[in-house]
């Protein structure tokens, strides 16, 4: 997650290279954007802040193995004894012009991807079977979706011919230096603080796919620092913040050993 405090209504976000620039070129083309990357590296974030820089509103859908393409196009629904249609998320943000961002589309069910299609081709457009509607989608609208892959299987993936309907920008963790700096600044500890707890982080990572399924995201750090910026002992802000949201297993390679216990002091 590359955060900074914002100086305005645009969401505060630090690049980590050209993926701005990348952004707003999709946007201006026209092209729908793939963003890929571990969980907490920033990519929520990185929409938010774009969509309010380029004066855009934002429909985020958090998706799931229950959703459904009606959840995302719409239904009809009683209100007051009478039947009306009632737009979804996805539809409102093709008539409003907007972004609609998919966060984890793989969890979704699978007719979410052909209701994308459409929107994700020459045509742009939304068909509303169930009013009768095709909704062309105007050039200010821009799809956006993500996921992690390090959550991937065979059984939750995204097909290649959906994937290749995509312009993706793929994100990690920032370099040592520039996570040091964007943690100290959203938490407020000092810099020489934060750096064992960024070494420490990134030793945990280096376990991703061996002890622990996903390593200590940029948003957890900040969460630790904050933490111990308001007075917590600096080993339980680690142990609540860095340890136990990654796993339930006891006495583990994970915990801290007394290397670690020694870094975080």
Known sequence: ????????????????????????????????????????????????????????????????????????????????????????????????????????????????????????DDRRILPLERTGEQLEAPSSFMLVVSYNPGYQSLLKTLKPSTRQRFVAIEFDFLPKAREIEVVAEESGLDAARVEPLVELARRLRALKGHDLEEGVSTRLLVYCASLIDAGLDPRDAVRSAMIEPLTDEAGCAHRPSRTDAAVIR
């Not at 590296?41 to 004066?55: I, N, P, W, Y």
């Not at 409003?96 to 929107?119: F, I, Q, S, T």
Request: glycine share 10%.
């Open 1 to 120: 997650m590359h955060l900074r405090h914002a100086t305005s209504q645009i969401p505060a976000y630090a690049p980590a290279g050209n993926e701005c620039a990348l952004f707003e070129t999709a946007w201006t083309r026209q092209l729908p954007l793939l963003l890929k990357g571990p969980t907490g590296c920033g990519k929520t974030r990185f929409v938010g802040h774009m969509a309010a820089k380029l004066g855009l509103p934002l429909a985020t859908v958090s998706c799931h193995d229950d959703l459904a393409a009606a959840d995302l196009t719409g239904r009809y629904l009683l209100k007051g004894g009478d039947t009306v249609w009632v737009d979804g998320p996805l539809t409102r943000a093709v008539r409003d012009g907007g972004v609609c961002y998919l966060d984890e589309v793989v969890e979704a069910r699978k007719d979410v991807a052909v209701v994308l299609h459409p929107l994700t």
